[in-house]
């Protein structure tokens, strides 16, 4: 069912990849919605994704870019202001990328310079966007911006590695730069905590079948899929949204309020149980 929520904006979407992927979602729900949107990402992954397809039912041209490179992302901005006309009123960051976690490195054995990747493509690159917008003036007044985030951002989670201390950068660029540009250009940033979903991306975590069943056990709602992420971030690209900005909003079905849950626990004795 469609609202029209997002009639007549403008946007760019980073880091779709495939049907599985958030971003993916995101971009049929706003197309979905009325708006009208460039697709990027990065070379490799163009080659190995799907993302033709979705450019051919959404209509949006595909813009190669690597978001780590600052000339690349300008020239992903001017492309988009020449399509369009104009400025854009939206900006989806849906990129991370750990080889650390890909291979295998536990937290205390890190390789430094896959940590130093790590933070460069999953969160500096969110920095480097802005700020190219910014420089580049691509964002109307009122605009929104958005990144997906995580829980282990604020809480320890086995496994999640130096993505962990991405997403805390993620999250500080969000309500650092959303001060700046909320206070000159009404611009709100802000991010999503999503729950842990089983995209190309999320499977190369250790235990995600464990951590999604857990999960969806603790959340009185149960785990938010990614089309119902899609949803939520189709609001904070809306006029709805006006006011909301440098927020981390968990979207999570409850789990981040929880310490634990009558299926937890059940599922917890029953282990204990089963070790007797």
């Known amino acids: 069912m469609s609202y029209n929520l997002l009639n007549g904006k403008k946007g760019i979407i980073f880091g779709a990849l495939d049907s599985k992927s958030i971003a993916w979602k995101i971009a049929e729900k706003a197309h979905d919605e009325g708006a009208v949107f460039t697709l990027s990402n990065t ?31 300008e020239k992903v901005f001017t492309r988009t202001m020449e399509l369009f006309g104009g400025k854009i009123d939206f900006v989806l960051h849906s990129i991370g990328m750990s080889m650390n976690v890909r291979k295998g490195r536990d937290y205390d054995d890190l390789d430094y310079d896959f940590f130093l990747k790590t933070i460069d493509v999953s969160a500096l690159s969110f920095h480097k966007m802005l700020q190219v917008a910014r420089k580049l003036d691509a964002i109307n007044d009122w605009g929104s911006v958005l990144a997906l985030s995580y829980i282990a951002a604020q809480r320890t989670l086995v496994g999640y590695n130096d993505m962990a201390d991405a997403k805390a950068l993620l999250e500080s660029i969000a309500r650092s730069f959303g001060y700046i540009y909320g206070r000159d250009k009404h611009i709100r940033i802000n991010t999503i905590s999503q729950s842990p979903t089983r995209t190309t991306a999320g ?14 056990r ?4 149960g785990n938010a899929t990614a089309e119902e992420c899609a949803d939520f971030s189709i609001v904070l690209f809306s006029d709805l949204s006006r006011k909301v900005t440098m927020q981390n909003i968990y979207h999570d079905g409850g789990f981040s309020s929880m310490a634990m849950s009558l299926r937890a626990m059940t599922q917890y004795n029953k282990s204990l149980d089963e070790q007797s």
């Not at 070379?43 to 959404?58: D, H, N, T, W, Y």
């Not at 499977?203 to 969806?216: E, H, P, R, Y």
């Not at 603790?218 to 709602?221: A, D, E, F, V, Y």
Request: with cysteine.
């Open 218 to 221: 603790m959340s009185p709602l």
């Open 203 to 216: 499977s190369a975590i250790k235990g995600m079948d464990g951590l999604v069943d857990f999960t969806d």
């Open 43 to 73: 070379p490799v992954a163009l080659r190995f994704g799907e993302i033709q397809l979705l450019s051919e039912k959404c209509n949006a041209e595909v813009i190669p870019a690597d978001a780590t490179n600052v000339s690349d992302l």
